[in-house]
């Protein structure tokens, strides 16, 4: 359609005016199309005054039509353009990862976790750690060096591997997988124990986790020490790995998981203990005594012991009173009215612990370091002996090494003998890694016959 106002110029321009003025001059009575000359030129007038009226009150402006009218653009976004277009994204991100430090990155931007003091001196601590002078030059005769001519792999976890298994054709009492054990008593039973055993690639800790495969499963492979940390979640008790934003497990949840093994393996004992966290609220132990209580025939299994001092009773005790699970606490918080649930017990009132520090193999190596006593009581008057066995921080590939049986037989036996002292609690990271549960379970197999050859030479 031609812009009217052009006639006369010389020049047809293809001008777009709007459809409502098109309409409009339409419209007109046909009397106004009179072919005499002046009213020609007075009608050409008219319905150019006409035609600008109405393009000024049209509801779309010039440009607006324009863009109505104009085709639309194709579309450029096919198939085969958003298939190169994520194989690039994809190349770029393995590319990313393979040539920069992006864990280092990553680790640089993470909360920063305080160590607690070493060695800690809380009320459930109050001696001091062992000084060199209360310690030997590592010749004690001491000997865990545990050949293992089958090592079974247990990284499945799907059932409980032979060496942990009860003999089925036998009505003799049988404790944490073999008769031998029940004739040890608590503090000289060795127990495979998970270090941080809630922080689990499983249980989607989303850094740092110190293991890939839950604590459930530890439990069906062998291990029946379990460290857990204790934080307050908002004023919600949780087992967390300082902070409370990078993963979390239910206290009730985990309590009626150890329970439901505790009944489906009636010989075995297990061993709690507790670390408090007190970055986002204080922990009072007692909270946590009230979790345990809600969960059926959980309280009725906790074992009491009698004192500081007094003596620990044997495995077979334990499993024939039902009392079979032992709870120990650490790293602070608090009781209602100064007084603590008699099952729970101050860790490091009765255990003394290695260097918990340790950056890489070659200081897990060096056993003056390493196999020093950080907490505890002084001159090793404890009950039992911690060695943690893993580097800080939680690295896979340096736990398949601390965890095979030549590095656990090695360190064993040189920080027992330069504390004069058996381990009790063998802490690792990366549970599925190596053969820990199997090697502990042959060291208590090799204590219970020690102890009976004591015996019967005493008796002669």
């Not at 009491?304 to 009392?323: A, I, M, R, T, Y």
Request: aromatic fraction near 10%.
């Amino acid at each position: 359609m031609y812009d009217m106002n052009s006639i006369g110029s010389g020049v047809h321009e293809r001008t777009p005016i709007s459809a409502r003025a098109a309409a409009a001059s339409l419209q007109q009575p046909r009397s106004h199309f009179k072919q005499t000359p002046s009213n020609t030129r007075r009608q050409q007038h008219q319905d150019n005054a006409s035609i600008q009226n109405a393009s000024q009150n049209s509801t779309h402006s010039d440009d607006e039509l324009g863009r109505l009218v104009s085709p639309p653009k194709k579309n450029r976004c096919t198939l085969p353009v958003a298939s190169f277009s994520l194989v690039v994204v994809a190349v770029a991100l393995i590319v990313t990862w393979q040539v920069f430090p992006t864990e280092e990155i990553v680790v640089k931007f993470l909360p920063k976790f305080e160590a607690p003091a070493s060695p800690y001196m809380g009320e459930e601590a109050p001696g001091t750690a062992t000084s060199d002078s209360d310690q030997n030059n590592g010749d004690g005769g001491i000997d865990i060096d545990i050949p293992l001519e089958n090592e079974v792999p247990i990284s499945d976890a799907t059932s409980v591997p032979s060496f942990m298994k009860c003999p089925i054709d036998s009505d003799e009492l049988c404790c944490n997988g073999s008769p031998q054990n029940c004739e040890l008593k608590v503090n000289e039973t060795m127990f495979a124990t998970l270090h941080n055993a809630m922080s689990t690639e499983e249980g989607e800790f989303t850094f740092g986790f110190n293991h890939y495969k839950t604590l459930e499963k530890a439990m069906v492979a062998g291990y029946r020490g379990i460290n857990l940390d204790v934080c307050n979640c908002n004023g919600k008790l949780q087992f967390c790995h300082n902070v409370c934003d990078y993963g979390e497990r239910v206290p009730q949840e985990v309590f009626t998981n150890v329970v439901n093994f505790l009944k489906e393996y009636p010989s075995e004992v297990i061993i709690l203990i507790f670390q408090a966290t007190t970055e986002k609220g204080p922990i009072v132990w007692n909270d946590l005594y009230d979790e345990m209580k809600q969960v059926e025939d959980f309280e009725d299994m906790l074992y009491v012991h009698q004192g500081e001092g007094k003596e620990w009773p044997l495995l077979g005790d334990l499993v024939k009173s039902n009392k079979r699970i032992v709870t120990f606490y650490f790293n602070g918080g608090t009781c209602t009215d100064d007084i603590c649930p008699e099952p729970f017990l101050p860790f490091f009132k009765y255990t003394a612990e290695t260097e918990y520090q340790s950056a890489n193999l070659d200081e897990l190596r060096n056993i003056q370091y390493s196999c020093q006593l950080t907490r505890g009581p002084g001159g090793f008057k404890g009950d039992f002996f911690a060695v943690n066995n893993f580097v800080t921080p939680p690295d896979p590939e340096a736990s398949a090494i601390t965890n095979t049986q030549k590095f656990l037989s090695e360190r064993l036996t040189s920080c027992a003998n330069f504390n004069g002292k058996r381990p009790n609690f063998v802490y690792v990271d990366f549970w599925g890694e190596g053969v820990t549960s199997q090697l502990v379970q042959y060291a208590n197999k090799q204590m219970a016959s020690q102890k009976e050859k004591e015996e019967q030479k005493e008796r002669s």
